[in-house]
């Protein structure tokens, strides 16, 4: 045929036409179900993903068990990624690294030689550098692969064969945990204390209808590889593990070591002598990075938001001890604790959801009884497969040795078959009753075995295989015997992981926490004097120590004083603007007073056209008397005007042409309040007609036929209203008799007294 006659397929005939969302969702729903079940959610009966279950396999394949010698990382990542997992080099090494780690898993699977990283949070060194081999736990895990316990299923080019899962009795899901996110759903499952997942599980074998609470008595809660403290009521972690989701605290571990009894120093202080201490923490919450959290405190210390506390040290060997300096003797170690567990990741929370696959490879979120019920169920089904495995096995060893028995008993005559006849193995199946594979094996046997000692031997392994023959027909037929049978086996499990073995002794305490010690975060700031200096432009800045507020200041060109005034370290200011917006800035957070300062609007988000009308500090419970321009104005709460955000917060509501003039403290004693207009008008009348708003813009103060408001104050009625002379005399003058100015709130007003400033100004 000539090559001209030969025509490519046209690419378009394989065009399907269907509808674009149709195709979407079919093909999305395949990735997401093979992201569900073959990748990020464990296996409820063995507690692994897939990657976790191909390494170890690869590594049984390798020979490294406990007792062999170690093999270099590369060799078994090759195999894993080359026979059975054909991801990235890198996330199968990382798995292994993980499975390695002691304050990763509570449990390890995979023992490791060289730098498999630490709780520094320092990466592994590369796979050619570390070895690795098995641990006696991954021995457990996979206990009975070669005894027909589980299927077997071919590997992703069909050349090799991989377990389903591993029906090791260790109850890894619980045991060590997971975590993972799929499509849709996720999993984080904590750690557990092996010898308590156990005793759960005996009590449920024993009653199938034993409650929640039960269960928990002797379950507990997580057990986590750092320790640490869960410090959530017993109610709280209940009700997790019923549902099978939920949340805990956790915090790490004030302490200076364990006692004699191998107890806990719960304290954590340690005396230093002449009155000194200092804190020490002894383990820090699972996945935190100790680099990161000292990093973290540093940070604190430096931005001088935990005053209370001097210096962080690390002291760590192979066992944590990070020690707080505090900033004195007198701190008070309670308050030191809970501000670290609230400004830093020494407390943290660690999110349940048991969400796992159940032995048809179905999703879902299983509470603490089902879950332990499901794996009860199928380890007895593990159970019953390696019986009937070994029921074949023995079936199949009785065949031959009744066989060789016949051989024996007849064994002049076989011998005179075997010299005789061409073919001698039909000949000795008719003749002795003989079935094909008994005839095989005694035309196989070696002469050697021919001596009279062989045949006693076969009798009694015979009786032997008989009486074992017997004892798993009963275990087969027998439920009650089968759960007998599961926990002698967990009590076997349980002495390997006792509470009095160093494996096996709980780590993470269960210790419901005191009421926490309130304190405002004010309590950090160290107190101490400081002089507040704002500039005509805005430029803010802060002098140590309380310094005259006449002094002459330096300011840039162009600019000028507006306020100065004197405060503490610990005051909160407020600012208020002329838009009716009120702003808060802690004395702690001014810049020094070394140079001109910052401006003020790049610490608030204060609008470029508002003006400052007033900068003054804080008191808790003061009242402030609100006068706009036009004359209306009302009293605020000082505690209503703290803003929680740099955008403020709006007090004075302010139309087109309407501003905020005045803003002044009400001292307690005052009962009246004075104001006076650019006319030079003023009233006079009683606080009780000015109200109390929150938000607003307020009453009418006085009225005005042109012009508005040039200054208001408040007074107390019987002392006169009071005002400084010009000049350089400095000198004050009061009118006492203030009666014909009293008017009622809203009156056009009259002259005030002789002599008062002719700028209008109180």
């Given amino acids: 045929m000539a090559a001209s006659d030969i025509t490519d397929p046209d690419p378009f005939d394989s065009i399907v036409d269907a509808p674009f969302d149709a195709a979407l969702s079919e093909r999305y729903l395949v990735y997401a179900l093979s992201t569900i079940t073959a990748r990020s959610l464990p296996d409820l009966r063995d507690g692994l993903k897939p990657v976790h279950r191909r390494l170890l396999?690869?590594?049984?394949?390798?020979?490294?068990?406990?007792?062999?010698?170690?093999?270099?990382?590369?060799?078994?990542?090759?195999?894993?990624?080359?026979?059975?997992?054909?991801?990235?080099?890198?996330?199968?090494?990382?798995?292994?690294?993980?499975?390695?780690q002691d304050f990763s898993l509570r449990y390890p699977l995979v023992e490791g030689q060289g730098n498999f990283g630490n709780i520094d949070g320092d990466n592994a060194?590369?796979?050619?550098?570390?070895?690795?081999?098995?641990?006696?736990?991954?021995?457990?895990?996979?206990?009975?692969?070669?005894?027909?316990?589980?299927?077997?299923?071919?590997?992703?080019?069909?050349?090799?064969?991989?377990?389903?899962?591993?029906?090791?009795?260790?109850?890894?899901?619980?045991?060590?945990?997971?975590?993972?996110?799929?499509?849709?759903?996720?999993?984080?499952?904590?750690?557990?204390?092996?010898?308590?997942?156990?005793?759960?599980?005996?009590?449920?074998?024993?009653?199938?209808?034993?409650?929640?609470?039960?269960?928990?008595?002797?379950?507990?809660?997580?057990?986590?590889?750092?320790?640490?403290?869960?410090?959530?009521?017993?109610?709280?972690?209940?009700?997790?593990?019923?549902?099978?989701?939920?949340?805990?605290?956790?915090?790490?571990?004030?302490?200076?070591?364990?006692?004699?009894?191998?107890?806990?120093?719960?304290?954590?202080?340690?005396?230093?002598?002449?009155g000194q201490w200092q804190l020490v923490i002894s383990e820090i919450p699972y996945q935190l990075q100790k680099g990161k959290l000292i990093e973290q405190v540093a940070q604190l210390i430096a931005d001088k938001k935990l005053p209370i506390l001097e210096d962080i040290r690390d002291e760590s060997d192979e066992q944590i001890r990070i020690v707080f300096v505090p900033k004195s003797r007198n701190v008070d170690p309670e308050l030191l604790k809970e501000s670290l567990f609230k400004l830093t990741d020494l407390e943290t929370r660690f999110s349940l959801n048991l969400n796992v696959l159940d032995a048809h490879r179905t999703p879902g979120v299983l509470g603490l009884k089902l879950l332990l019920q499901e794996w009860t169920l199928a380890q007895i089904d593990i159970m019953l497969r390696r019986a009937q495995h070994r029921l074949d096995k023995i079936a199949g060893r009785l065949e031959l040795l009744d066989g060789y028995i016949i051989a024996y008993l007849n064994l002049d005559r076989i011998i005179e078959i075997i010299r005789t006849e061409d073919e001698p193995k039909p000949v000795m199946m008719a003749e002795f009753l003989l079935t094909d594979r008994q005839a095989e094996a005694i035309l196989n046997m070696r002469?050697?075995?021919?001596?009279?000692?062989?045949?006693?031997?076969?009798?009694?392994e015979r009786d032997e295989l008989i009486a074992e023959q017997e004892e798993l027909q009963k275990l087969l037929d027998s439920p009650a015997r089968q759960r007998t049978r599961l926990k002698r086996d967990l009590g076997n499990l349980r002495k390997d992981y006792a509470e009095d073995t160093l494996l096996g002794r709980?780590?993470?305490?269960?210790?419901?926490?005191?009421?926490?010690?309130?304190?405002?975060?004010?309590?950090?700031?160290?107190?101490?004097?400081?002089?507040?200096?704002?500039?005509?432009?805005?430029?803010?800045?802060?002098?140590?120590?309380?310094?005259?507020?006449?002094?002459?200041?330096?300011?840039?060109?162009?600019?000028?004083?507006?306020?100065?005034?004197?405060?503490?370290?610990?005051?909160?200011?407020?600012?208020?603007?002329?838009?009716?917006?009120?702003?808060?800035?802690?004395?702690?957070?001014?810049?020094?007073?070394?140079?001109?300062?910052?401006?003020?609007?790049?610490?608030?988000?204060?609008?470029?056209?508002?003006?400052?009308?007033?900068?003054?500090?804080?008191?808790?419970?003061?009242?402030?008397?609100?006068?706009?321009?036009?004359?209306?104005?009302?009293?605020?709460?000082?505690d209503e005007l703290l803003a929680e955000t740099r955008k403020g917060r709006g007090v004075m509501n302010t139309k087109t042409g309407v501003k905020l003039a005045v803003v002044r403290e009400i001292p307690p004693e005052h009962d009246h309040i004075a104001v006076v207009g650019d006319n030079r008008k003023l009233v006079l009348f009683s606080l009780e007609e000015l109200p109390v708003l929150a938000k607003g813009q307020g009453v009418t103060l006085q009225r005005y036929r042109d012009g508005g408001l040039a200054d208001a104050t408040t007074l107390k009625l019987e002392d006169g209203l009071s005002w400084k002379m010009g000049g350089d005399t400095g000198r004050t003058r009061t009118e006492s008799d203030m009666r014909m100015w009293k008017v009622a709130r809203g009156a056009a007003g009259r002259m005030p007294p002789t002599g008062f400033p002719r700028d209008n100004k109180f």
């Fill in 447 to 460: 002469l050697r075995s021919l001596r009279k000692l062989e045949e006693m031997e076969l009798r009694r």
């Fill in 506 to 638: 709980r780590r993470t305490t269960i210790a419901e926490a005191a009421p926490t010690v309130e304190f405002s975060m004010d309590a950090m700031i160290e107190k101490a004097p400081v002089t507040v200096i704002l500039s005509a432009k805005g430029w803010v800045r802060g002098a140590s120590g309380h310094e005259a507020l006449d002094k002459e200041f330096k300011f840039k060109d162009g600019d000028g004083p507006a306020f100065a005034l004197h405060a503490q370290t610990t005051d909160k200011l407020l600012i208020a603007c002329d838009n009716g917006r009120f702003y808060t800035l802690g004395a702690d957070k001014l810049p020094s007073a070394r140079g001109f300062g910052e401006p003020i609007r790049t610490m608030l988000d204060i609008d470029a056209e508002a003006a400052i009308v007033t900068l003054l500090v804080y008191r808790p419970k003061a009242q402030l008397l609100l006068a706009s321009n036009v004359g209306r104005g009302f009293a605020a709460e000082a």
């Fill in 125 to 274: 060194a590369a796979y050619r550098y570390t070895e690795a081999r098995l641990t006696k736990t991954a021995i457990q895990l996979m206990a009975g692969l070669d005894e027909g316990t589980v299927n077997f299923n071919p590997t992703y080019n069909g050349e090799e064969e991989e377990p389903e899962i591993f029906p090791g009795l260790f109850p890894n899901l619980l045991a060590n945990g997971s975590s993972g996110i799929a499509v849709g759903m996720a999993t984080n499952i904590p750690s557990h204390n092996v010898a308590e997942i156990i005793d759960a599980t005996l009590l449920l074998i024993d009653n199938p209808h034993v409650e929640h609470a039960q269960l928990m008595e002797v379950f507990k809660g997580p057990d986590f590889p750092t320790g640490g403290v869960v410090v959530d009521s017993e109610a709280v972690i209940s009700a997790a593990y019923a549902s099978g989701k939920g949340a805990f605290r956790l915090r790490g571990r004030f302490s200076t070591g364990r006692e004699a009894d191998g107890s806990w120093e719960e304290s954590g202080v340690e005396k230093l002598g002449g």
């Fill in 57 to 100: 396999w690869a590594m049984r394949q390798l020979k490294l068990n406990p007792t062999d010698a170690f093999k270099k990382s590369a060799r078994v990542v090759g195999d894993v990624i080359g026979k059975y997992h054909p991801h990235g080099d890198q996330s199968v090494y990382d798995a292994m690294v993980r499975l390695a």
